[in-house]
C-alpha cells in the first residue's frame, strides 16, 4: 500500500507554522502546497523523510505559494522528482512500483481567480490549467497519472463526460452509459462553480481523468475542503486516470487539522506496492550486479531518455538525488545479480574513469552546496 497526504498548510514556516505531529506514521508521502517558504523561512526536515521543495519569491513578508514534497527515505530510491513548473504552480514527482511501473503526480497550488499573480506573470487566468494539461499529454503514455491539491476551483457536481483507456480505445460516454454514469457521479456538499471549475472539469474530459471528489466510493470524500468563516468550499481534489482509480483504496477528507489552516488535509490509499527496504541498505547495491554487455545500447538510451529532465532542477541536492537514483535504477535494471561469493572481481566496463570523475564532481558540488548553506 502507498499512502499520500496532501494540505493546503497555509504558511507552513511562516509565523509559527501549523504542526505536522498528527500525520499518521504510515504515511509514505506528504505533499504540503501554499506553504509562503522564502528565502529567509524554509520548512523544516522531518526526521525519515526526504524533502524537495519550491516557491515564488516573496511578497512583502512572505513567499508566494510554495509546494513542499517529503518522500519517506525507505521508498525515495524509487521516486524523483521530475518536473517543477517554471511558475511554481506544480511540481512532477515521478513514483516506480515494485514492477517497475510508472506513475507521475502533480502537486498542485492555483492560486484563486482574484489572485494578481496571474497579471505579474503575465498568464491567461481564463485558461489557468493549460500548462497542466501540456504536461499531462506528453506523460500520459508513459505512466499513470494523478492530480492532487488545491486547483481553487469550484466544480459543483460535476465530472467529465468522456474516458478512454488502453484495454478499451472507444470512449465512455458518462453521460450516455446509466451504469457508467452512476459510478462516477458526484456528490458534493459544494454546488457552487466558479470558472476555474469549468475549466478543471474540461481538462478532466479532455484528458480521461475522473474528479474522486465525492464519489460514492468514497463517503467521506464529498465534504469541504476549505473551512472559512466568509463561506466554505470545495478547492482541494484528488483527480486520477482510470488505471489509478481502480488502485485507489480509500479516499478521505480528514477533519483534524490545525487551527492555522482552513483547509482539510486529502488523504488517499493506493493499492501500489513499493520496494520498500531500511535506507541505509542501498536497494541498488552494485557490489552484487555484473553489467550485461550486450545490453548496452539498452542502457544508453534509457539514460538518453531519462537524464535530460533534470536539467530543469535547480537545487543541487534534489538534482544529486534524481541523478544517482536514475543512474543507478538503469544500471540495475541492465545488470544481472550474482552473489557476493561468486562475485566477478573485473569491473563494470560501463564504470570508466569519466564515470568516477563526474560522480567525484557532483558529490564535491553537493558538499560544497551544503557547507554554503551551513556559512548562511
Given at each position: 500500500?502507498?499512502r499520500?497526504?496532501?494540505?493546503?498548510?497555509r504558511?507552513?514556516?511562516?509565523?509559527?507554522?501549523?504542526?505536522?505531529?498528527?500525520?499518521?506514521?504510515?504515511?509514505?508521502?506528504?505533499?504540503?502546497?501554499?506553504?509562503?517558504?522564502?528565502?529567509?523561512?524554509?520548512?523544516?526536515?522531518?526526521?525519515?523523510?526526504?524533502?524537495?521543495?519550491?516557491?515564488?519569491?516573496?511578497?512583502s513578508?512572505?513567499?508566494?505559494?510554495?509546494?513542499?514534497?517529503?518522500?519517506?527515505?525507505?521508498?525515495?530510491?524509487?521516486?524523483?522528482?521530475?518536473?517543477?513548473?517554471?511558475?511554481?504552480?506544480f511540481?512532477?514527482?515521478?513514483?516506480?512500483d515494485?514492477?517497475?511501473?510508472?506513475?507521475?503526480?502533480?502537486?498542485?497550488?492555483?492560486?484563486?481567480?482574484?489572485?494578481?499573480?496571474?497579471?505579474?506573470?503575465?498568464?491567461?487566468?481564463?485558461?489557468?490549467?493549460?500548462?497542466?494539461?501540456?504536461?499531462?499529454s506528453?506523460?500520459?503514455?508513459?505512466?499513470?497519472?494523478?492530480?492532487?491539491g488545491?486547483?481553487?476551483?469550484?466544480?459543483?457536481?460535476?465530472?467529465?463526460?468522456?474516458?478512454?483507456?488502453?484495454?478499451?480505445?472507444?470512449?465512455?460516454?458518462?453521460?450516455?452509459?446509466?451504469?457508467?454514469?452512476?459510478?462516477?457521479?458526484?456528490?458534493?456538499?459544494?454546488?457552487?462553480?466558479?470558472?476555474?471549475?469549468?475549466?478543471?472539469?474540461?481538462?478532466?474530459?479532455?484528458?480521461?481523468?475522473?474528479?474522486?471528489?465525492?464519489?460514492?466510493?468514497?463517503?467521506?470524500?464529498?465534504?469541504?475542503?476549505?473551512?472559512?468563516?466568509?463561506?466554505?468550499?470545495?478547492?482541494?481534489?484528488?483527480?486520477?486516470?482510470?488505471?489509478?482509480?481502480?488502485?485507489?483504496?480509500?479516499?478521505?477528507?480528514?477533519?483534524?487539522?490545525?487551527?492555522?489552516?482552513?483547509?482539510?488535509?486529502?488523504?488517499?490509499?493506493?493499492?501500489?506496492?513499493?520496494?520498500?527496504?531500511?535506507?541505509?541498505?542501498?536497494?541498488?547495491?552494485?557490489?552484487?550486479?555484473?553489467?550485461?554487455?550486450?545490453k548496452?545500447?539498452?542502457?544508453?538510451?534509457?539514460?538518453?531518455?531519462?537524464?535530460?529532465?533534470?536539467?530543469?532542477?535547480?537545487?543541487?541536492?534534489?538534482?544529486?538525488?534524481?541523478?544517482?537514483?536514475?543512474?543507478?535504477?538503469?544500471?540495475?535494471?541492465?545488470?544481472?545479480?550474482?552473489?557476493?561469493?561468486?562475485?566477478?572481481?573485473?569491473?563494470?566496463?560501463?564504470?570508466?574513469?569519466?564515470?568516477?570523475?563526474?560522480?567525484?564532481?557532483?558529490?564535491?558540488?553537493?558538499?560544497?552546496?551544503?557547507?554554503?548553506?551551513?556559512?548562511?
Amino acid at each position: 500500500m502507498l499512502r499520500i497526504l496532501s494540505w493546503n498548510c497555509r504558511g507552513f514556516p511562516w509565523n509559527k507554522g501549523p504542526k505536522l505531529s498528527w500525520i499518521s506514521n504510515d504515511v509514505d508521502i506528504i505533499l504540503l502546497v501554499e506553504t509562503w517558504e522564502h528565502e529567509e523561512s524554509k520548512v523544516p526536515n522531518i526526521d525519515g523523510f526526504t524533502l524537495w521543495s519550491t516557491w515564488n519569491k516573496r511578497s512583502s513578508r512572505r513567499g508566494i505559494g510554495g509546494i513542499a514534497c517529503y518522500i519517506k527515505k525507505n521508498i525515495s530510491p524509487y521516486v524523483r522528482l521530475y518536473k517543477n513548473d517554471p511558475y511554481n504552480q506544480f511540481s512532477w514527482i515521478e513514483i516506480r512500483d515494485i514492477n517497475n511501473k510508472k506513475s507521475y503526480i502533480a502537486i498542485c497550488y492555483f492560486p484563486p481567480i482574484n489572485s494578481n499573480f496571474y497579471k505579474k506573470k503575465n498568464l491567461d487566468k481564463t485558461n489557468p490549467y493549460n500548462s497542466l494539461e501540456n504536461d499531462i499529454s506528453s506523460l500520459r503514455n508513459d505512466g499513470n497519472i494523478l492530480l492532487i491539491g488545491d486547483f481553487n476551483a469550484r466544480t459543483s457536481n460535476n465530472q467529465a463526460i468522456i474516458l478512454s483507456n488502453c484495454s478499451n480505445p472507444n470512449p465512455l460516454w458518462l453521460d450516455e452509459d446509466p451504469i457508467l454514469a452512476s459510478r462516477y457521479k458526484r456528490s458534493s456538499e459544494d454546488l457552487g462553480e466558479n470558472l476555474f471549475g469549468s475549466e478543471l472539469v474540461k481538462l478532466c474530459s479532455a484528458q480521461d481523468l475522473i474528479i474522486c471528489n465525492g464519489l460514492k466510493k468514497w463517503p467521506n470524500s464529498s465534504k469541504m475542503t476549505c473551512i472559512h468563516g466568509l463561506g466554505s468550499s470545495m478547492v482541494d481534489y484528488v483527480i486520477s486516470d482510470l488505471p489509478l482509480y481502480n488502485e485507489m483504496i480509500n479516499f478521505d477528507i480528514l477533519n483534524e487539522h490545525e487551527p492555522d489552516s482552513d483547509h482539510r488535509p486529502l488523504l488517499i490509499t493506493l493499492n501500489f506496492v513499493m520496494h520498500r527496504v531500511p535506507i541505509e541498505n542501498n536497494t541498488y547495491n552494485q557490489k552484487n550486479l555484473i553489467f550485461d554487455k550486450n545490453k548496452k545500447d539498452l542502457f544508453l538510451n534509457e539514460l538518453k531518455t531519462n537524464l535530460p529532465p533534470l536539467s530543469s532542477i535547480d537545487n543541487i541536492e534534489v538534482l544529486y538525488h534524481n541523478f544517482t537514483t536514475t543512474l543507478s535504477y538503469s544500471i540495475k535494471k541492465f545488470s544481472i545479480e550474482v552473489s557476493n561469493n561468486k562475485r566477478n572481481s573485473k569491473t563494470n566496463p560501463w564504470y570508466d574513469k569519466d564515470c568516477k570523475n563526474a560522480r567525484r564532481a557532483i558529490k564535491e558540488a553537493v558538499d560544497d552546496s551544503l557547507k554554503m548553506d551551513d556559512r548562511k
